[in-house]
């Protein structure tokens, strides 16, 4: 069973940048599809970038496509979401989920893992 611990969320400044970790326990994240979301107050949630088990494929929301980077690192077991140019609508509880398959794009719902998430805030 599969344990998704996010980090490296707090508060920024609007132009400013983060990078979210997403570490793995109780196995391996080797086989498993990543994918990072979001959900603001208010909001429904929402699939920002998604990265192959292999991490040769991603894809990404076009609303952060060119901002935001995923990437994984297998031998850590860590995924991780770079993010520039945050703006204040950034700003919401960023989670991470994996799902045991090969390619991208999934719906939350569809994964069979999910994190607990780390908050954003961007001030103005």
């Known amino acids: 069973q599969l344990q998704l611990v996010e980090s490296g969320g707090g508060l920024v400044h609007s132009g400013g940048s983060l990078r979210l970790s997403c570490e793995a326990s109780?196995?391996?994240?080797?086989?498993?599809?990543i994918m990072w979301f979001r959900q603001a107050p208010g909001k429904e949630r929402e699939g920002l970038a998604c990265i192959s088990s292999t991490g040769s494929r991603t894809n990404y929301k076009d609303t952060v496509d060119g901002r935001f980077t995923i990437s994984r690192d297998n031998a850590k077991n860590t995924a991780y979401l770079q993010m520039n140019s945050l703006q204040p609508e950034d700003a919401a509880v960023y989670s991470c989920?994996?799902?045991?398959?090969?390619?991208?794009?999934?719906?939350?719902?569809?994964?069979?893992?999910w994190g607990k998430g780390t908050l954003v805030n961007v001030s103005l």
């Open positions: 109780g196995g391996t994240l080797n086989n498993y599809a």
């Open positions: 989920a994996a799902r045991n398959r090969h390619g991208c794009w999934y719906r939350y719902i569809d994964m069979d893992y």
